[in-house]
């Protein structure tokens, strides 16, 4: 009703939560993906060279000194791009500015997010700004655009590295709420006011159940002995395992069995949650994955699904 006011209310976060409006900006050198096995944590940099970053065609390594790690790739087709799958929450680009260059598209997971004109008047490896992303995983693409600057004499395209920033899972990024419009007073007509006897009841709202930290492990065997157990050098190891949501199938948290068939994830959420894993077809709902805690699984093969059959 007009006139009415309902005061907003907090609703608390678990002990221990972190939260950030955006990412921190990276302080350069970040680590070097290629030298760090995953999980990681904070601002990492995946050079060009990485094996994660897919070329479309051939892009030609330069070494340079002032590149990141002292290299970059770049390619003189207009038209082509590279792709990288990650899981991250901060996305910064590094890339290659200079008088040949063209402009390329930053897409992430199917959306631009932005357009970057890559002509200067002097070689140089700037960084792009940070792009806030939800947690889980993503696809990036670079996209040549065929495009050029019109003082630019080429449509060179450049990638120095690209930089992903994952929080802990007790950080949450929540950026602050964007303003859309500004309310005005508009005045009421004296044929429109209404007398009551006591002020209106104030109906219950919902309040969204707040994050919480779920521990998950899952291990994979195949029981070459037949003894329904999981014994040493029986786990099977690099199968992909993913945690998503109920109903929306949106992946918060990926991993890959190590050599122990042994896998460890761990999410902050506030959703129903399932474990997934697509080689097998096999899927288990999360107990309790709205209030947190720890959650163990366990799937062990028959004797005749050997190793040699897993990719």
Do not use: K
Request: hydrophobic fraction near 40%.
């Amino acid at each position: 009703m007009p006139g009415v006011y309902v005061a907003p209310t907090l609703t608390p976060f678990p002990f221990g939560i972190t939260l950030l409006p955006a990412p921190p900006q990276p302080i350069e050198p970040l680590p070097d993906a290629t030298r760090q096995p995953p999980p990681y944590e904070g601002w990492i940099s995946f050079e060009s060279d990485h094996p994660n970053v897919i070329y479309a065609t051939p892009w030609e390594a330069r070494q340079v000194v002032e590149a990141s790690q002292g290299q970059y790739h770049r390619t003189m087709d207009g038209a082509s791009s590279v792709s990288f799958a990650f899981e991250g929450e901060g996305l910064r680009i590094r890339y290659v500015a200079a008088r040949n260059m063209g402009i390329f598209q930053i897409v992430v997971d199917g959306v631009v997010i932005d357009t970057i004109d890559a002509y200067a008047l002097e070689l140089s490896y700037p960084g792009t700004q940070v792009y806030i992303l939800t947690r889980g995983a993503h696809w990036l693409e670079l996209r040549g655009t065929g495009q050029r600057n019109t003082a630019s004499e080429g449509q060179v395209i450049g990638l120095d590295a690209i930089q992903i920033y994952r929080g802990s899972a007790t950080t949450l990024i929540l950026p602050p709420p964007v303003d859309t419009s500004v309310p005005t007073m508009q005045p009421q007509p004296a044929a429109g006011i209404q007398l009551v006897a006591a002020p209106p009841t104030v109906q219950p709202t919902i309040t969204a159940l707040p994050p919480a930290v779920v521990n998950i492990s899952l291990v994979i065997a195949y029981d070459e002995n037949g003894n329904r157990a999981v014994d040493p050098a029986e786990g099977v190891s690099g199968i992909s395992v993913r945690v998503v949501e109920v109903g929306t199938n949106r992946v918060i948290s990926q991993a890959f069995t190590d050599s122990r068939g042994f896998a460890q994830l761990q999410v902050v959420t506030s959703a129903q949650a399932r474990l997934v894993v697509p080689y097998f077809s096999e899927v288990w709902d999360i107990p309790n994955s709205r209030r947190g805690g720890n959650v163990g699984f366990t799937l062990l093969l028959t004797p005749g699904n050997q190793p040699g059959l897993i990719p």
